[in-house]
Structures are given as C-alpha cells and as structure tokens.
T-cell receptor
Framework: KAGVTQTPRYLIKTRGQQVTLSCSPI?????VSWYQQTPGQGLQFLFE???????NKGNFPGRFSGRQFSNSRSEMNVSTLELGDSALYLC??????????????FGPGTRLTVL | DAKTTQPNSMESNEEEPVHLPCNHS???????IHWYRQLPSQGPEYVIH???SNVNNRMASLAIAEDRKSSTLILHRATLRDAAVYYC?????????????FGKGTKLSVIP
C-alpha cells in the first residue's frame, strides 16, 4: 500500500506570494491533518479534515487555509507569504475519525522556503 | 491534551538496549500514551501506543507505570537507524480529533 504522498517536495517563493501544497492520503484513509515544523516552534498542528469538512483548527492566522476533496486528497494554501512561513509542512492521514487510539501516518513533507 | 516531560537528549551504544522515559503526571483515565519518532529529513512515524498494560510490537516495547504517571519506551537493541527524535504524546480515547500535540521530544544519538 502506498504511503502518504506530498507534492511538491521543495518550494521556493518570495514574500507576498501565495502557495498551494498537496497531500494524497493512504488509500482508504479519510482523515487528513496538516502540521508545520520549524526549528523554533517544533511541530504545530494546523488543521484536520474529514469527509471534506474541517474538524479542527490550530492557532494559525487566516492566511493558512485548507480543503479536502471527495477522494480525500487535501490541499493547504498560504496567502501573502511571510519569511516566518518558511518551514517543513507535513501531512498525515488516518483511517477513521474521532478516536485517540488510531495512529497517524505522515508524509515526507514539503519544504517551503520564503525569500 | 495533557502535558508530557521528556529529557532533551540521550545517547546509546549500538546494539545495546535504550530506555526512553516520559513523565505524564496529569494523565487522565481516558488518555492513551503514544510514541512517535522522527528520523532526520523524514516525517514522524508511529512507534507504539498503550493505555494501562505493557505493550510490545516489532519496533519497541512500552512499559507503563502502575499509576500511569510515567512510561518508558524500550528499544531492545539500538541500531544506527534508530537515531531520531522520539515524542511521547497523550491522546484522549474519546477525542473527536486526530490532533497530535508534539513537545520537544528526546533526541536519541546512537554511537557505533
């Protein structure tokens, strides 16, 4: 079974631009979560989607948004990029929602550099 | 999610057992203890989880204290590939979200 895939793997943008990152979950998984990882703040939760609905959102400004499609694939968008948005963006998928028991499967991440 | 405390770093010799501790004194009765690890330049990967009893899988063992206020992840024979940051995370079994709250974790170095 293929793992979580994220595209692109690397991205360079300039301040003020916007960016869209894509995530394809493991086949059969319907829950997708996004995380931001920086050296200073570590791994921080961005948002979670299940059945095309946002179920939970972390403490990030409105410039960060996401969506999930009917095939469970997800995209996240960051508008008006700032230097501080440079980070590794990780996507994780899970089989079913709600349980604190089930594990999450992470993708390799997209490394975003904002110049 | 309740808070966990882990040492910042640990070292181990290759092929020796490693015991990674985690304190979670405010754990609630419905919290599961999860461990994830992140190898260099990769996303985190699930290692193991448990509620009350000790757990074993192909990757590691999880020893949970009787009062559940602490736990220990055991790697039976450390390899160079086990060098990673290990995160201990509490997850409410009734949580309606998959949100994982990562702390700073323990950076494990394995010495050849």
């Amino acid at each position: 079974k293929a793992g979580v895939t994220q595209t692109p793997r690397y991205l360079i943008k300039t301040r003020g631009q916007q960016v869209t990152l894509s995530c394809s979950p493991i086949s059969g998984h319907r829950s997708v979560s996004w995380y931001q990882q920086t050296p200073g703040q570590g791994l921080q939760f961005l948002f979670e989607y299940f059945s095309e609905t946002q179920r939970n959102k972390g403490n990030f400004p409105g410039r960060f948004s996401g969506r999930q499609f009917s095939n469970s694939r997800s995209e996240m968008n960051v508008s008006t990029l700032e230097l501080g948005d440079s980070a590794l963006y990780l996507c994780a998928s899970s089989f079913s929602p709600g349980s604190g028991v089930n594990e999450q499967f992470f993708g390799p991440g997209t490394r975003l550099t904002v110049l | 999610d309740a808070k966990t405390t882990q040492p910042n770093s640990m070292e181990s010799n290759e092929e020796e057992p490693v015991h990674l501790p985690c304190n979670h004194s405010t754990i609630s009765g419905t919290d599961y203890i999860h461990w994830y690890r992140q190898l260099p330049s990769q996303g985190p990967e699930y290692v193991i989880h448990g509620l009350t009893s000790n757990v074993n899988n192909r990757m590691a063992s999880l020893a949970i204290a009787e009062d559940r206020k602490s736990s220990t992840l055991i790697l039976h024979r450390a390899t160079l590939r086990d060098a990673a940051v290990y995160y201990c995370i509490l997850r409410d079994s009734g949580a309606g979200s998959y949100q994982l709250t990562f702390g700073k974790g323990t950076k494990l170095s394995v010495i050849p």
